[in-house]
């Protein structure tokens, strides 16, 4: 399958069209922002590392009967997906506390939380994608009663398999942020899962290995994502 036109270009990754409709691939790069763009850096290798390792998750997912947007890695940063229509919405999952979760409630980073949360948040840079609730969900018709219903247990349902797969890797999942699409109407995921979008922490030392440490400035942000990437592949 070949590239064609040029349809999004991300923070983090280039989508292109193909000569069949059904498919897009994506290119994953380099480039790295945080603060809603106003930080902005090149962490070397990072595409490479979050193209392979979201391929792994996903094929560890479908084996796990969660429906994913992966359907074949071409090369190090480009992997054909499926093409679908995603739903405008950032889901996040947390299990312990930290980020903007540990700033809102005032509770301190690494608390781990009685039972894990979802939360959702529009996806519009010019708005800061706001945090979005069920209610208005329905009421701006972003999504149906079922979509909302079947979005929130298949979320969970991934947390609960990519908790248990980290765990015997040696590293926490703190949270992380996952986009939904529709297909043939059905919801997918259609994300990427990396140290991008997850926070992961060492499970003896608690040590950082995702890209809080480009947004805190503490530096090794490289050798993390190698890190993870060679946890995964082991
Ligand atoms: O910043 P916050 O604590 O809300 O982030 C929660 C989780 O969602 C983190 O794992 C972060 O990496 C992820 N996230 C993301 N993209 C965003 C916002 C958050 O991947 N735009």
Not at 45 to 50: L, Q, T
Not at 103 to 110: H, M, N
Not at 164 to 184: A, W
Not at 193 to 221: A, H
Request: hydrophobic share 35%; with cysteine.
């Amino acid at each position: 399958m070949e590239k064609q036109t040029l349809l999004y270009e991300g923070k983090a990754k280039k989508v292109y069209t193909t000569e069949d409709e059904r498919y897009y691939i994506v290119s994953y790069k380099d480039d790295a922002t945080a603060f809603n763009g106003e930080k902005k850096g090149t962490i070397l290798g990072k595409g490479v590392v979050n193209n392979r390792m979201s391929n792994i998750m996903c094929r560890m997912l479908e084996e796990n009967g969660i429906q994913t947007h992966y359907v074949e890695e071409l090369n190090d940063r480009e992997t054909v997906v499926k093409a679908v229509e995603i739903v405008p919405l950032e889901v996040i999952v947390r299990n312990v506390a930290a980020g903007s979760f540990s700033k809102r409630f005032g509770v301190e980073e690494g608390t781990v939380l009685k039972n894990p949360t979802l939360e959702f948040c529009l996806k519009d840079d010019a708005l800061g994608d706001p945090m979005i609730n069920d209610y208005h969900i329905l009421a701006l018709g972003i999504a149906t009663p079922e979509e909302l219903q079947i979005m929130s247990e298949m979320t969970f349902k991934i947390n609960a398999l990519l908790k248990e797969y980290f765990d015997k890797i040696g590293v926490k999942l703190i949270d992380f942020k996952i986009e939904l699409g529709r297909v043939d109407g059905k919801i997918i995921l259609a994300d990427e899962i990396s140290p991008d979008t997850c926070r992961f922490w060492d499970k003896e030392t608690n040590k950082k290995l995702d890209k809080d440490r480009f947004r805190r400035d503490m530096g090794g942000v490289e050798e993390v994502y190698a890190e993870m990437l060679n946890r995964v592949t082991k």
